[in-house]
Every structure is written in C-alpha cells, then in structure tokens.
C-alpha cells in the first residue's frame, strides 16, 4: 500500500519560509518523479514544482520561481519543499505526489499522478 505522509506545515507571516517533507513508502522512491500541488479555498488544484527521478531535472510554476525549491532523499525515501519568501497567496492546502509512471522526468498535471498525500496546511498571514 502506497502511503505518501506530508509534514511541516504551519502559519507564517509574510515573507517567512517552510520546509515541507513527504516521505513515501509502499513504492520504489527512487524511481519515480515526485510533485508538490497545492489547492487554496475555492479554487482548483495546482501544480507548484517537480522533480525527476533521478533528482537531476526540476520544474517550477512561475508564481513560486526563485523562492520555491523541491528537493528529494533517496535514502530517505522523501521529498521537500523549501519555501522562501512566503505571500499570502501561497495559501493553501499542500499536496505531494507521485507520478503514475515510473522513469519520468516530471509530473505536473493532476491526471499523470498516481498517489496523493493527505495535505497539510500552509497559511502565509499579511
């Protein structure tokens, strides 16, 4: 059973920094690219940043570039998302996931993932 655990979230002021970790297990990790979504209150979920699975090859949404950073730890079996520079439009409930296929560079639509976390909540006050 595939299990996909988020940790880290909180409430900052502007301008502040988290650290987000998922740490997967029920899957071959290291095979896999990895993604971080997040969905704020009466909106669709969105795509924030992914990593390879080979950890080489990052991709970001332009709203999060240059304060965002995704990150992964094979022997760790976990993933992380520092966060800089936090707006309050950065609201929102947190996702990380796994891409429905192995051996890919990327998974940033909602329909390439394969197994979602839970969420956590992240609150960036003015």
């Known amino acids: 059973q595939v299990q996909l655990g988020e940790s880290g979230g909180g409430l900052v002021q502007t301008g502040g920094s988290l650290r987000l970790s998922c740490a997967a297990s029920g899957l071959n990790f290291n095979n896999y690219a990895m993604g971080w979504f997040r969905q704020a209150p009466g909106k669709e979920r969105e795509f924030v940043a992914t990593i390879s699975w080979t950890g080489g090859s990052t991709t970001y949404a332009d709203s999060v570039k240059g304060r965002f950073t995704i990150s992964r730890n094979a022997a760790k079996n976990t993933v992380y998302l520092q966060m800089n520079s936090l707006k309050p439009e950065d609201t929102a409930v947190y996702y990380c996931?796994?891409?429905?296929?192995?051996?890919?560079?990327?998974?940033?639509?909602?329909?390439?993932?394969?197994?979602w976390g839970q969420g956590t909540q992240v609150t960036v006050s003015s």
């Open positions: 996931a796994a891409d429905r296929s192995s051996f890919r560079v990327a998974v940033t639509t909602a329909t390439a993932v394969g197994y």
